[in-house]
């Protein structure tokens, strides 16, 4: 099962790029990597999946090294509403036996 | 866009009570999951499913029980609470075996 490590804050001030990265050495040949977002007293809210090399959305884009054993998600010109705890989840999805181990988060507050 | 939801934002309940926390999709989604969520914990799944009528333990089932009798409607059930089981409790789903859970805004619970 692959454990992911991110760092537990990050301060940002707005109008900046944001980088967190997540580390997942153990990440297996079927492993996804997932980013999600949450706000207090909300569910966690999907933000971007990828498998390698570099993914992008309308709200952030994940950047995966060939050896996969790492991640960062990237978020531009973040604004104060950008600040959440944000989750690296490394995992296939449902099969018989799986459990999924979501890391710590990263709470990351973003300054005007 | 997806929607999960569940029944109850709070709800206070008795040492010994029987408690039932319902959450219903409505995009025909397959897999189904309960999570609780602690602080220091991070996410534990509790259950899953990936068919009606099908569960799957996740980390922590004890003391936990799940009903799905229709595709959209996963239950999770405290047979007997116990003040260790307040927590935050989320339900979510997915589609398919690749792709992003759809979290609902949380049930918190407390055993008193």
């Known amino acids: 099962l692959a454990k992911t490590t991110q760092p537990i804050s990050m301060d940002s001030y707005e109008g900046q790029e944001v980088n967190i990265t997540c580390s997942h050495n153990n990440i297996a040949t079927n492993d996804y990597i997932t980013w999600y977002q949450q706000f207090p007293s909300q569910g966690p809210r999907f933000i971007i999946q990828g498998y390698k090399t570099k993914v992008t959305n309308e709200v952030a884009s994940l950047f995966i090294p060939a050896d996969r054993k790492s991640s960062t998600l990237s978020l531009p010109r973040v604004s104060l509403s950008d600040t959440a705890v944000y989750y690296c989840?490394?995992?296939?999805?449902?099969?018989?036996?799986?459990?999924?181990?979501w890391g710590a988060g990263t709470k990351l507050i973003i300054k005007p | 866009d997806v929607k999960v939801t569940q029944s109850s934002r709070y709800l206070v309940k008795r040492t010994g009570e029987k408690v039932f926390l319902e959450c219903v999709q409505d995009m025909d989604h397959e897999n189904m999951f309960w999570y609780r969520q602690d602080p220091g914990l991070g996410l534990r799944l509790i259950y899953f499913?990936?068919?009606?009528?099908?569960?799957e333990k996740g980390d922590i089932p004890e003391g936990y029980s799940v009903s799905r009798e229709k595709k959209e409607r996963f239950s999770l059930i405290l047979e007997s609470a116990s003040t260790n089981q307040t927590s935050m409790y989320l339900c979510?789903?997915?589609?398919?075996?690749?792709?992003?859970?759809?979290f609902g805004s949380g049930t918190r619970l407390t055993v008193v």
């Open positions: 989840l490394v995992g296939p999805f449902p099969a018989s036996n799986y459990q999924l181990i």
């Open positions: 499913s990936y068919d009606v009528k099908m569960k």
């Open positions: 979510a789903s997915t589609l398919d075996r690749v792709g992003g859970y759809t």
